[in-house]
C-alpha cells in the first residue's frame, strides 16, 4: 500500500466534534461525504470553516476531508475550524503565530447552561405574583 501523508486535527465547539484530515492536492473539501457549499449552507458558516485556510494562505495546496458530528451546523462549522487550525499546526510548526493571533488556536469552551431546579429554564423564571 502506498505511503499517504495526512495531516489530522480534532476539533470541538459546544456539542460538536470534528474530524479533518488535509491531504495534498488541489483544494476539494469534503464534510460527511458532501460537497463543502452543500453542507455549509450560510456565508458566515463558510467563512469560519475555511478562515485557517485563508490566514495561512493555503487554500488550493491541501484538500481538505471532515467527519462532524452533534451539534448544529453553526457549532460544527466552528469545531471544523479548530480541527483545520491544529492540522496545520502538525503540517508546519511556524504557522501556530499566525493562527494564534487569529484566534484560531483556542478551543471555544462556552456551552449550554445547565437548567435549575425549582426554575422554567437555565435563566428564566416563573412569573412572580405578589398577590
Do not use: C, H, W
Not at 31 to 46: C, D, I, L, S
Not at 56 to 76: H, P, R, S, W, Y
Not at 91 to 101: C, G, Q, V, Y
Amino acid at each position: 500500500m502506498a505511503d499517504l501523508i495526512q495531516y489530522y486535527g480534532t476539533g470541538r465547539r459546544k456539542s460538536a466534534i470534528a474530524r479533518v484530515f488535509l491531504r495534498p492536492g488541489s483544494g476539494n473539501f469534503t464534510v460527511n461525504g458532501k460537497q463543502f457549499e452543500e453542507y455549509f449552507v450560510t456565508p458566515a458558516q463558510r467563512a469560519a470553516a475555511k478562515l485557517p485556510l485563508g490566514i495561512a494562505d493555503i487554500n488550493e495546496t491541501f484538500d481538505v476531508l471532515t467527519t462532524v458530528k452533534g451539534g448544529g451546523v453553526n457549532g460544527q462549522a466552528d469545531a471544523v475550524k479548530l480541527g483545520i487550525a491544529r492540522a496545520l499546526m502538525e503540517f508546519n510548526i511556524e504557522l501556530r503565530k499566525a493562527l494564534k493571533s487569529g484566534g484560531m488556536v483556542t478551543r471555544d469552551a462556552r456551552g449550554k447552561e445547565r437548567k435549575k431546579y425549582g426554575q422554567k429554564g437555565a435563566r428564566a423564571r416563573f412569573q412572580f405574583s405578589k398577590r
